[in-house]
């Protein structure tokens, strides 16, 4: 499977509004049970999503497969994908590398990460999801996961300088039950969870959207099964030629979304600036050389 070729979840969100009725319907069930879905027989496929097997098969035709299963194969290639150890995703981009240098061979899987995230990237959610962050009436809790907690911990730190109502729930999920017990109807939960997906925070999710919090998404390109609970998901692609995911894209678009809740809020932040400067005068926690 070639790494940089569109998903199969990618190429049904780009071309969604172009589908029939029945397409639709068949492509909403795809994308809730993505991708196991799309794994059981083409019959099985139209019993559950309640429409026809030629809908199957035409819809199939139009994401660029000769059949099922050719369809199911890539399937399957990305299953396999999003469940690769540090040593598989290593050896898969060792293997017949070319005899450049890891920086340009990095900088160059970054660089197409970034334009086909951004092509597909839907600005009319990313604005949704600025005004709420910049709601003050609303509070925001941030979570990641083992390595995606860093990305986390970035974004609640610019933004507890933006805003006050913050929560960085802990890494360890045995604390998240008492971040549950103080979410409210219309609160944000904005979650990182990209491949090796976990349990927990799928379970968490779940458990915050029952409560009425809104659920803003960082995933990757193949998509967390926490999808199926959030009203907004940023879908990043992060694969590089390393034994670790890059989070160049999603940084870049939390680094962006920073950006827009400053300026919408930007009254009440220049504030909170100027307050949090005389802070670090008055502990001397920068240093100063003048």
Known sequence: MDRQQPTVAEALRSQFDALTRAERQLADVLLAHYPVAGLSSITALAEKAQVSTPTVARLVKKLGFSGYPEFQASLRGELEATISSPIAKHEQWAEGAPDTHILNRFTEAAMTNLQRT????????FDQVADLLADGERGIYVVGGR??????????????VIRGGLTLASSHAGSWPHELLNMGAGDVLVVFDIRRYENALLRFVELARERGVVVVLFTDQWGSPA????????NC???APSAWDSSVVTLLIV?????AVETLRWEATRERMRTLEDLFDRTRLLKKFI
């Open 118 to 125: 951004l092509g597909r990237l839907d600005t009319e959610s």
């Open 147 to 160: 390595i995606t907690r860093s990305l986390a911990d970035y974004l609640y730190t610019h933004m507890q």
């Open 227 to 234: 999808s199926k609970y959030a009203q907004h998901v940023f």
């Open 237 to 239: 692609r992060i694969e």
């Open 255 to 259: 680094e962006a979304l920073i950006a």
